[in-house]
C-alpha cells in the first residue's frame, strides 16, 4: 500500500511539475505537453498560460483558474484576472481589483490607487503620484515616495525622484545614487548612466564617461555590451574601454562567445576578440539561445549552431515579443529561438515548435500557440 501511495504521489508531483504549452486548435483552447500530446484538451474559448501551476480559463464569461488537469482549481467568478506571482494573483469582480491567494481568497493589502502583480516577489503601491512597494506579505518595504519604479530586473530596480534616476535594491537601499538624467538596468555593478549631456557607466558607484558615444546598451548579465560611437557600433567592458573598437552597422548583445554584428546590410557573427567567425550572409540575426542555436533570416527565419552550420532551414517565421493578438499574453516578454530545447514558430499562418534537429514537436500545427510555461 506505502509502495502504492508512493507513485501515486510521485506521479502527481510529476503532471505539476511539467511545462505546458497554450494552444488554440478548432477556435478552441487546450495546452499540451513537452511530449506533443494535449495534457489539456482544447476546450476553452479564452484562457492563459500557467502561472505557478496555476492557468486562467474563462467559462460562461466569467474567469477562474485550473490546476494541470484541467480540473477547476478556483471556480470561475471573476470579470477579469491577470497572472500568479509570489502565491497571489490580481482580479477584477465588480469594477473593483484585488489580491487572491491559490485557494481563492481576498488577500488584503496596502491602500493603493492601483493594483500591481508580483514581479521577482515585489509590488508596487500606488499613491497619489507617489510609488513605493511592498513583499509578497503584504508588508510595506518601501512607503510611496518616487516619481517613478520600473520593474526589478534581478533584484535591481530604476528609480526616478526630483526628475532624477538612479538603482535601488529590493530592500529599497538606494546602490547608485538618484542624481542622473537617465540610467539603464543594473548588472554586476554596472548600469549605464547619463550625467548633463554625457553618456557613460556608473560602476560601484563612480560615474566615468565613455567619450563620443551616443548610445550605450544595458549589459543584461555579459562582461561587454554594444555601444555606438559617431555612425558605427563596437563593445565596451564595465570599465568604459572599447574591446571591440566601433566599426560595425548594427549589432547585438554577446551569447556563447558570439555577438550576431551587422556589416552593411548582412548579418553575421563576431567573438570576443572582434574577429568575424560566421560570415555576414543574412538578412537578420539573433542572439544564440543557451541551446546554443541562434535564429537568422534569409526571407525566411531558421536557425544556425555556433560552428555556423544551419541546422534548421530558413523556412519559418519566428515570434517577435507580440503574443496572441490579444487573445492570450505570455507571463513574461515572448522569447524568440529555442527555449529548453523547443522553439515556437509560424509555418503557413500556423504556429508550432520544432526541435533542434528540424522536426516538428508532435507532427501538429494550430491556429495559436505560446511558450512552455509552469
Known amino acids: ?37 494535449f495534457v489539456i484538451q482544447p476546450k476553452f474559448k479564452n484562457s492563459k498560460n500557467f502561472s505557478e501551476g496555476l492557468a486562467a480559463a474563462e467559462d460562461q464569461g466569467k474567469w477562474g483558474f485550473i490546476d494541470k488537469t484541467g480540473n477547476w482549481a478556483i471556480p470561475a467568478t471573476f470579470d477579469n484576472v491577470k497572472y500568479f506571482g509570489s502565491g497571489l494573483c490580481v ?3 465588480d469594477k473593483k481589483w484585488f ?11 496596502p491602500v493603493t490607487d492601483k493594483v500591481f502583480d508580483f514581479n521577482d516577489d515585489i509590488a508596487f503601491v500606488k499613491v497619489g503620484d507617489k510609488v513605493g512597494f511592498m513583499g509578497p ?30 538603482i535601488i535594491d529590493k530592500t529599497g537601499k538606494v546602490v547608485v545614487e538618484i542624481m542622473y538624467d537617465d540610467i539603464g538596468d543594473y548588472s ?25 558615444v551616443q548610445k550605450i546598451w544595458d549589459f543584461d548579465g555579459n562582461d561587454l555590451t554594444y555601444a555606438k ?14 574591446v571591440i573598437e566601433p566599426k560595425f552597422d548594427k549589432a547585438r548583445a554577446f551569447s556563447k562567445g558570439l555577438a550576431p554584428v551587422a556589416i552593411g546590410k548582412k548579418w553575421g557573427y563576431i567573438n570576443t576578440k572582434g ?12 542572439v544564440f539561445s543557451a541551446d546554443g542555436l541562434a535564429p537568422v533570416k534569409d526571407k525566411d527565419w531558421g536557425f544556425v549552431n555556433t560552428s555556423g552550420k544551419l541546422v534548421v532551414p530558413t523556412q519559418y517565421g519566428v515570434p517577435n515579443g507580440g503574443g496572441l493578438g490579444g487573445l492570450v499574453s505570455a507571463v513574461k516578454e515572448d522569447e524568440t529561438g529555442f527555449v529548453n530545447g523547443l522553439a515556437r514558430v509560424k509555418n503557413n499562418k500556423q504556429w508550432g515548435f520544432i526541435k533542434p534537429d528540424g522536426s516538428v514537436l508532435g507532427n501538429a ?10
Not at 229 to 242: T, V
Request: no cysteine; aromatic share 12%; net charge positive.
Open 1 to 37: 500500500m506505502k509502495r502504492i501511495l508512493i507513485l501515486l504521489l510521485l506521479t502527481v508531483n510529476v503532471v505539476f511539475a511539467q511545462e505546458l504549452a497554450l494552444v488554440r486548435k478548432d477556435g478552441r483552447f487546450g495546452y499540451i505537453g513537452k511530449n506533443g500530446a
Open 91 to 93: 482580479v477584477a469582480k
Open 99 to 109: 489580491y487572491i491567494n491559490k485557494k481563492g481568497e481576498t488577500v488584503q493589502g
Open 137 to 166: 506579505t503584504m508588508k510595506m518595504i518601501v512607503e510611496p515616495k518616487y516619481q517613478t519604479i520600473k520593474e526589478f530586473q534581478n533584484g535591481f530596480a530604476r528609480v526616478k525622484n526630483n526628475d532624477r534616476w538612479g
Open 188 to 212: 554586476k555593478g554596472v548600469a549605464w548612466a547619463k550625467n548633463g549631456e554625457t553618456l557613460g557607466l556608473v560602476h560601484n558607484g563612480k560615474f566615468t564617461a565613455v567619450d563620443g
Open 229 to 242: 560611437k559617431g555612425d558605427r557600433i563596437g563593445f565596451i567592458d564595465a570599465s568604459g574601454k572599447w
Open 275 to 286: 574577429e568575424v567567425v560566421i560570415e555576414p550572409a543574412y538578412e537578420n540575426a539573433e
Open 365 to 374: 500545427w494550430y491556429e495559436n500557440a505560446e511558450q512552455f510555461h509552469n
